[in-house]
Structures are given as structure tokens and as C-alpha cells.
């Protein structure tokens, strides 16, 4: 039912209504409805007119300090997709210490409580719902320290440890000593680690690609090719160095100590033999010499698929002239695809 009555409003009241208006294609009926409804719900949360007045008019929202750094573009908001893809494909790639900084400001950061609460306000304030705590008994020049995270995502966690323990590597003089992992949670111990030496473990643990990175990134068309080409037939390729190659070319028996030299910069007599072995391991396997060698105390045993005979004496011979250049003697059995080389002695 409608009901018509005759109101009075001054223009002060029409140039407020003017938004209103605008809405209803100039129904001022329609306009005043609307007031009315607002002015219902102003009065049921504050009571009164003048009251619903005097609190809209000095009602601010207090921004958070993330919402502020968004304002003012220091900080970007991601969709939670895009933002575990980055994490995702950027694992292994250490943060730079200007960004970790900058996220973790040494200047304002003193002590490890100070870290703990920091950084906690962070996870919360991001929505990655993960819980850090950092136990030490020195709380400014910690000897020690464990970090643990938990949470539900793994690249979250990977991410908060981090950005915590290389906060503690740069600041504090630390390093990783133990890694523990669970299902929802990862624990690391950390520890003092020698003046003037570089946290190696914490570098591997968090920059196991950046050496790698570096190289695709500086020579990819190389690299994006030499993938191709290795997929392409299943990785079933030799690699050798150059002056290997050029030595089998000339058919002379090629030793190829170049390529140890050059990895543990010594000459190959003189590098640790446990240390030749482990290096010896790791790049024929990946040269794909071989296919796999197994090293044991007092020998190794080289596992191949060379099908004819002659190409597994040579190989044979082969191996026994590189230890023999490293300054031990093994003597050695063979078969259809098995080496076995038995440690003799060592000169010196």
C-alpha cells in the first residue's frame, strides 16, 4: 500500500540525495526509499542518528602493516596458484641476501626472539599457515640452534626454512649441521660454524641449482640443444673431453686425467685416492662411460655394456692406468659386463 504524503527537503538534502537519484533516473520517491533503508540499518548498529553520524564520519579502518606495504607497491599480492608454482619450479635456487634482507631486516631484527616473532607474524599476515619456532640458549650470538616449521605445504615450509636459517647464516655465523624431515614438519640444526669459512651445508641444502641455473641461463641455446639431443635416444651418449677424443682419434690409448684435474684443481697424483674414487664415480657415471660403479674398501667394481671383448680389455685397461696415475696399483677381473678391481698397494 502506498501511502502519499507531502515532505519538505531543502537543497542541501536534494544534493545529498543526488547519488540516489543518479541510481533512480531522477525518482526522487524511489531515492528517498532508499535513504530510509540505510538509515534503518545505521540506526540498529548504532542506536541513534547522531550516533550512526559521529562514528561513520571518524570511523577509519586501521590498515596491517602487510596491507599498507601493498598500498604503497613494496608488496604484491598472488593468487595462492601462482605463487606455489613459483616456489615450485624455483627450488634449489638460493634467495639473494639483499632479498632475505630486505623480507628480514638485520638492522631491526637483534635477537632470535625477535626473528621468531617477525617472522611468524609473516607466515600469518601471507596465509602460508605455517608455524615457526627457533630454540637457542643465547639469544643475540647463538653457539647453536634448532629451527623447526610446521605445516601442511612442503614448498611453504621450504620457503619459511629458508628464509629463517640463512637470516641466521648471514647475521649469526651459522651453519647446517642435521636436517630432519616429517610428514608435516621439518627440524634443522644448526651450528657455530669456523670464522672466515663459507656455510657450505647451507648452501648445498638451499643452492643445490644455482651453479647449474647460472650455466643454462648464460648458455641455454647450448644446453636447450644438448637436452634434445639426449632425450632424443634416451640418454645413450658418451661424453669426452676433447683431447680424450682427439687421442682416440690418433689411436692412442687416451689416460684423460685432464678432466679430474681440472674438477679438484691438483694434478691426479696428487688428489686423495678415496677422494679420485668418489670423483671418479661421480663423473663417469655421468659422462655415461659406465653405467655404474660401486666402490667398496679395497676395491670397486664397474658395471658396463660393452659387448665386445676387446672393448671391455680396453676399458679394463683403462681403469687400472687412471689409479695407477692417481698412485695405486689394482689388479682386475672382467666379464661380459662386469669389472672387478682389487686394491694392491699404493706407492709412498
Same mark, same amino acid.
Given at each position: 500500500?502506498v501511502i502519499r504524503r507531502n515532505i519538505s527537503l531543502e537543497s542541501a538534502h536534494i544534493k545529498k540525495l543526488e547519488?540516489?537519484?543518479?541510481?533512480?533516473?531522477?525518482?526522487?520517491?524511489?531515492?528517498?526509499?532508499?535513504?530510509?533503508?540505510?538509515?534503518?540499518?545505521?540506526?540498529?548498529?548504532?542506536? =541513534?542518528?547522531?550516533?550512526?553520524?559521529?562514528?561513520?564520519?571518524?570511523?577509519?579502518?586501521?590498515?596491517?602493516?602487510?596491507?599498507?606495504?601493498?598500498?604503497?607497491?613494496?608488496?604484491?599480492?598472488?593468487?595462492?596458484?601462482?605463487?606455489?608454482?613459483?616456489?615450485?619450479?624455483?627450488?634449489?635456487?638460493?634467495?639473494?641476501?639483499?632479498?632475505?634482507?630486505?623480507?628480514?631486516?638485520?638492522?631491526?631484527?637483534?635477537?632470535?626472539?625477535?626473528?621468531?616473532?617477525?617472522?611468524?607474524?609473516?607466515?600469518?599476515?601471507?596465509?602460508?599457515?605455517?608455524?615457526?619456532?627457533?630454540?637457542?640458549?643465547?639469544?643475540?650470538?647463538?653457539?647453536?640452534?634448532?629451527?623447526?616449521?610446521?605445516?601442511?605445504?612442503?614448498?611453504?615450509?621450504?620457503?619459511?626454512?629458508?628464509?629463517?636459517?640463512?637470516?641466521?647464516?648471514?647475521?649469526?655465523? /651459522?651453519?647446517?649441521?642435521?636436517?630432519?624431515?616429517?610428514?608435516? =614438519?621439518?627440524?634443522?640444526? /644448526?651450528?657455530?660454524?669456523?670464522?672466515?669459512?663459507?656455510?657450505?651445508?647451507?648452501?648445498?641444502?638451499?643452492?643445490?641449482?644455482?651453479?647449474?641455473?647460472?650455466?643454462?641461463?648464460?648458455?641455454?641455446?647450448?644446453?636447450?640443444?644438448?637436452?634434445?639431443?639426449? =632425450?632424443?635416444?634416451?640418454?645413450?651418449?658418451?661424453?669426452?673431453?676433447?683431447?680424450?677424443?682427439?687421442?682416440?682419434?690418433?689411436?692412442?690409448?687416451?689416460?684423460?686425467?685432464?678432466?679430474?684435474?681440472?674438477?679438484?684443481?691438483?694434478?691426479?697424483?696428487?688428489?686423495?685416492?678415496?677422494?679420485?674414487?668418489?670423483?671418479?664415480?661421480?663423473?663417469?657415471? =655421468?659422462?655415461?662411460? +659406465?653405467?655404474? +660403479?660401486?666402490?667398496?674398501?679395497?676395491? /670397486?667394481?664397474?658395471?658396463?655394456?660393452?659387448?665386445?671383448?676387446?672393448?671391455?680389455?680396453?676399458?679394463?685397461?683403462?681403469?687400472?692406468?687412471?689409479?695407477?696415475?692417481?698412485?695405486?696399483?689394482?689388479?682386475?677381473?672382467?666379464?661380459?659386463?662386469?669389472?672387478?678391481?682389487?686394491?694392491?698397494?699404493?706407492?709412498?
Amino acid at each position: 500500500m502506498v501511502i502519499r504524503r507531502n515532505i519538505s527537503l531543502e537543497s542541501a538534502h536534494i544534493k545529498k540525495l543526488e547519488p540516489l537519484t543518479k541510481k533512480h533516473e531522477g525518482n526522487l520517491s524511489a531515492a528517498i526509499r532508499d535513504a530510509v533503508d540505510v538509515a534503518e540499518i545505521a540506526l540498529h548498529r548504532y542506536g =541513534s542518528i547522531e550516533n550512526a553520524i559521529s562514528s561513520i564520519a571518524t570511523e577509519q579502518k586501521d590498515l596491517t602493516a602487510r596491507e599498507k606495504s601493498i598500498e604503497t607497491g613494496k608488496n604484491v599480492m598472488l593468487s595462492s596458484p601462482i605463487f606455489l608454482w613459483a616456489l615450485k619450479w624455483t627450488k634449489g635456487i638460493p634467495l639473494d641476501k639483499v632479498i632475505i634482507d630486505e623480507m628480514l631486516d638485520p638492522l631491526k631484527i637483534k635477537t632470535i626472539s625477535e626473528l621468531d616473532k617477525y617472522i611468524n607474524g609473516i607466515s600469518r599476515e601471507s596465509g602460508w599457515n605455517c608455524e615457526v619456532s627457533i630454540f637457542c640458549m643465547d639469544d643475540i650470538s647463538p653457539a647453536t640452534a634448532t629451527v623447526t616449521i610446521a605445516g601442511d605445504n612442503e614448498l611453504y615450509r621450504n620457503f619459511l626454512a629458508q628464509l629463517v636459517v640463512m637470516f641466521l647464516v648471514h647475521n649469526k655465523g /651459522l651453519d647446517i649441521d642435521v636436517v630432519h624431515r616429517r610428514a608435516t =614438519s621439518v627440524r634443522i640444526d /644448526l651450528k657455530k660454524r669456523e670464522e672466515g669459512t663459507q656455510p657450505e651445508a647451507a648452501n648445498n641444502h638451499f643452492g643445490y641449482l644455482k651453479d647449474a641455473i647460472h650455466e643454462f641461463m648464460s648458455k641455454n641455446e647450448f644446453w636447450r640443444n644438448l637436452i634434445e639431443i639426449y =632425450s632424443s635416444v634416451n640418454y645413450n651418449i658418451v661424453s669426452l673431453h676433447k683431447d680424450h677424443y682427439e687421442d682416440i682419434l690418433a689411436c692412442n690409448t687416451p689416460l684423460d686425467a685432464i678432466i679430474f684435474e681440472s674438477i679438484s684443481k691438483k694434478h691426479i697424483s696428487s688428489i686423495p685416492h678415496r677422494d679420485f674414487l668418489n670423483l671418479l664415480k661421480k663423473t663417469h657415471e =655421468s659422462q655415461m662411460l +659406465i653405467d655404474k +660403479i660401486e666402490l667398496f674398501d679395497n676395491g /670397486l667394481n664397474i658395471y658396463h655394456n660393452y659387448k665386445n671383448e676387446k672393448a671391455a680389455q680396453k676399458i679394463r685397461d683403462y681403469y687400472i692406468s687412471l689409479l695407477k696415475a692417481n698412485g695405486h696399483e689394482y689388479e682386475a677381473k672382467y666379464s661380459t659386463s662386469l669389472i672387478v678391481l682389487n686394491h694392491i698397494c699404493c706407492k709412498g
